[in-house]
């Protein structure tokens, strides 16, 4: 599986994680909303959202005088495969050292 790494800068930051998982809980939110629950300015808030919509993984539309923001679950399934695939990758790759330093430290003299 092909790493997507505008997504994955987008969610290296807690903050936009952060805001990701409020998005969840709450169905939506706006700036000002996020603003509120974070110890994140308004305008600290909308740059987060400017990445997380240009990665995708939240989508704004006009409510009133501002955007309300939802997440995108399709996108933010495609995270979770990437996130699967890669952490099966290193598993396997942990798992080959392992039996590499155990064949080692079987040989003689090995102490």
Not at 2 to 8: A, E, K, N, R
Not at 55 to 71: D, F, I, K, Q, T
Not at 102 to 111: H, K, L, Q, V
């Amino acid at each position: 599986m092909i790493v997507d790494d505008d997504l994955w800068s987008a969610i290296g930051d807690p903050t936009r994680r952060r805001m990701l998982d409020l998005l969840l809980t709450d169905g939506g939110g706006t700036a000002t909303t996020l603003g509120h629950r974070l110890s994140v300015t308004r305008q600290g808030v909308a740059k987060h959202l400017v990445v997380l919509e240009r990665a995708g993984l939240v989508h704004g539309a006009p409510a009133g005088r501002e955007r309300r923001y939802r997440v995108d679950d399709a996108q933010l399934a495609r995270a979770v495969a990437q996130l699967s695939s890669v952490g099966a990758a290193w598993d396997a790759r942990l798992q080959r050292i392992k039996r590499i330093a155990e064949a080692i430290a079987r040989e003689p003299g090995a102490d």
